[in-house]
T-cell receptor
Framework: EAGVTQFPSHSVIEKGQTVTLRCDPISGHDNLYWYRRVMGKEIKFLLHFVKESKQDESGMPNNRFLAERTGGTYSTLKVQPAELEDSGVYFC????????????????FGEGSRLTVL | AQSVTQPDIHITVSEGASLELRCNYSYGATPYLFWYVQSPGQGLQLLLKYFSGDTLVQGIKGFEAEFKRSQSSFNLRKPSVHWSDAAEYFCAVGPYNTDKLIFGTGTRLQVFP
């Protein structure tokens, strides 16, 4: 069974450009999460989808970030226009029925997409 | 506000030595606690989690962690480290009323032969 896949693995763009990150969760997983790790800092929650609906987007930094999950399958995270402080590693995770707090639930993370804004 | 502190940014141990990675959390109630590991080229993988009950939790790869409420700690331990344990380790707390994790800054483990 394929794990959570993220694309691209690394993206280098100039300030002001647009980047779109993609996440393919494990098939059948309704819950999809985006997290971000800025260099040397903690991994921070961005948002949570349940199927195609945004359950919690309290961690989105500002309106330059747009996340979508059309059809409840893969998700995209677009940054437009990118700023220097957006550099970091963006992680996607998915889980089947409930989040990490169910006794049987587990979050499966992708390898992350590294974004470098110059 | 909830937070997680991992005071050690980088730890180096010899293969076969014991290991303890520190984690302290700040949270008003009994939290859900997790340890994740990220090996090179891999995604984060769950090592173990604590929800309730026995305060000593066994995980995968021979790791264990102990929840100590009085110290607000959830330290990760392994009696004998293998070279393949070289990775970055993240402690996380899960607030009761949300479905998101709050991570620490991570501890990078280097293992020398």
């Amino acid at each position: 069974e394929a794990g959570v896949t993220q694309f691209p693995s690394h993206s280098v763009i100039e300030k002001g450009q647009t980047v779109t990150l993609r996440c393919d969760p494990i098939s059948g997983h309704d819950n999809l999460y985006w997290y971000r790790r800025v260099m040397g800092k903690e991994i921070k929650f961005l948002l949570h989808f349940v199927k195609e609906s945004k359950q919690d987007e309290s961690g989105m930094p500002n309106n330059r970030f747009l996340a979508e999950r059309t059809g409840g399958t893969y998700s995209t995270l677009k940054v437009q226009p990118a700023e220097l402080e957006d550099s970091g590693v963006y992680f996607c995770a998915s889980s089947q029925d409930a989040g990490p707090f169910a006794n049987t639930g587990e979050l499966f993370f992708g390898e992350g997409s590294r974004l470098t804004v110059l | 506000a909830q937070s997680v502190t991992q005071p050690d940014i980088h730890i180096t141990v010899s293969e076969g030595a014991s290991l303890e990675l520190r984690c302290n959390y700040s949270y008003g109630a009994t939290p859900y606690l997790f340890w994740y590991v990220q090996s090179p080229g891999q995604g984060l993988q769950l090592l173990l989690k604590y929800f309730s009950g026995d305060t000593l939790v066994q995980g995968i790869k021979g790791f264990e962690a102990e929840f100590k409420r009085s110290q607000s700690s959830f330290n990760l331990r392994k009696p004998s480290v293998h070279w393949s344990d070289a990775a970055e380790y993240f402690c996380a707390v899960g607030p009761y009323n949300t479905d998101k994790l709050i991570f620490g800054t991570g501890t990078r483990l280097q293992v020398f032969p």
